[in-house]
């Protein structure tokens, strides 16, 4: 994909010399702030030095793909959205996507599959923080297909995410082999803290190429869609705490600006309201994924492109668009409920200071958010973004050093391949802020790393 460097129009700006600062930084491999250089640190778990990381931060490794399900067989790879929705003193549970589009048919117990055909889906694992150790991985949802992101609630479950729209009945061919789905697909599933899913499809929060949900305090579900262009959805629910009982589906509207992908300053803002959806569950439109889309630009819902993470602090939401922006490397846009304004919080100048944001989560005591990196770069890094300072506050907080020869794992020795490319994803912060946990897309595992993050 064609991406520009440093925005020519921007060498006058204000923000001109901390843009350049950035890039020089990061051409030598320092990061411009935050909490020092990378090196490669050893994994507790393996020994190996599966990530970069700045001094005094510390990881353990745990979930790999391919090791042993609790209930029947085997954690599946392409690991990607991730929250917890439980706490017990040291010991987390994570619910954690797989987004796999495949028809070899699910995993986990039968109750918890949609269409047993498909492959994506969940696991649920239990991580002891005080020991370092995964206690139990089970599967938890399955049956679902290209499960990217999702969300937690505020009652501890998960939101799983389907980043597909397909009609039921649908046919093709995966990986030279023919398929036929027998229920339709694009929809959000919730999974339980404890036990499995019961895979009832969340028609109200409609059929889209669903990325990331967020319940605010009052029950409202916000949505980010990932496609080009997408969309930025509410659902105002019609009994808090009950998704399954409905609600009425909303497409932001930002007042004058009906496309807000590119041609933007950051710092800009909008006022906005909302366009109401009639039929949410009727997903398949003009090129057989955009119904819900089309219905909201028809009444002059904006339009962004590849909307991502999403995540909340205090009457404030933040979300990513992958490619926006001028240079197409990126976006963070900030929405105030309580005011109803979107903001252009932050825009990438180019790939080589901020490339691709992905996934995002909002450190719980201090005003950092981390950001994952989802790009065409042949090593991915995991941001630090301060809340106050623009892209001059942007940082490397980790890079993805995952390099396998073979035979270096115990239960994988056969496990080998260059895996730096592979995006983070699933970045989450415990409660008290000590501990992030994230994923590696491929192979397929997650980290619990431990830092001075307030320092």
């Not at 004058?256 to 906005?272: E, I």
């Not at 770069?377 to 073979?406: D, I, S």
């Not at 794992?409 to 592979?422: I, N, S, T, Y």
Request: charged share 20%; proline share 6%.
């Amino acid at each position: 994909m064609q991406r520009r460097p440093l925005l020519q129009a921007l060498a006058l700006s204000p923000l001109a010399s901390a843009f350049a600062t950035s890039a020089q930084t990061r051409q030598h491999g320092r990061p411009a702030a935050g909490y020092g250089p990378l090196r490669p640190v050893a994994d507790e778990a393996t020994g190996l030095p599966l990530l970069m990381l700045p001094e005094g931060f510390r990881y353990r490794s745990f979930g790999w793909a391919g090791e042993a399900l609790a209930n029947g067989g085997v954690v599946p790879d392409a690991a990607d959205g991730m929250g917890i929705v439980k706490t017990e003193g040291e010991v987390f549970t994570l619910v954690r996507n797989h987004e796999i589009f495949g028809t070899g048919g699910g995993f986990g117990p039968a109750a918890s599959q949609y269409d047993a055909r498909c492959d994506g889906g969940t696991v649920t694992l239990r991580y002891d923080r005080a020991a370092g150790k995964l206690l139990e991985v089970r599967g938890s949802l399955s049956g679902t297909l290209v499960n990217c992101a999702g969300g937690i609630t505020p009652w501890g479950s998960w939101l799983s995410c389907e980043e597909i729209v397909t009609p039921a009945g649908h046919a093709g061919q995966a990986r030279g082999k023919p398929f036929r789905l027998e229920k339709p697909h694009g929809f959000v599933f919730e999974v339980p803290a404890d036990g499995a899913s019961n895979a009832r499809a969340l028609t109200a929060l409609g059929q889209f190429k669903h990325e990331a949900a967020l319940v605010d305090a009052d029950g409202t579900v916000y949505l980010t869609e990932d496609a080009r262009p997408a969309g930025f959805y509410r659902l105002l629910p019609a009994k808090k705490g009950d998704l399954a009982a409905g609600g009425r589906l909303q497409m932001l509207r930002a007042r004058k600006a009906p496309d807000l992908r590119s041609g933007l300053k950051p710092g800009q803002q909008f006022d906005v309201d909302w366009v109401d959806i009639e039929r949410p569950a009727d997903g398949v439109g003009g090129n057989g994924h955009n119904g819900v889309l089309l219905q909201g630009q028809a009444q002059g819902g904006s339009l962004f492109t590849r909307l991502e993470g999403l995540d909340a602090g205090r009457d404030e939401l933040f979300f990513t668009s992958t490619d926006g922006g001028d240079a197409k490397a990126g976006q963070v846009w900030r929405f105030i409920p309580s005011q109803q304004r979107l903001e252009l919080f932050l825009e990438s100048p180019g790939a080589s200071v901020f490339d691709y944001p992905d996934n995002l989560c909002l450190h719980p005591r201090s005003d950092l958010i981390v950001v994952c990196e989802d790009s065409k770069q042949p090593v991915q890094r995991l941001y630090g973004l301060k809340r106050g300072g623009g892209l001059a506050g942007l940082f490397e907080l980790a890079r993805n050093n995952v390099q396998l020869a073979g035979g270096e794992l115990e239960k994988q020795p056969g496990l080998k391949g260059d895996f730096r490319g592979a995006e983070w994803a699933g970045t989450c912060f415990s409660a008290d802020g000590k501990t992030l946990f994230a994923n590696v897309y491929r192979p397929g595992f997650t980290v619990a790393i431990t830092g001075p993050f307030t320092g």
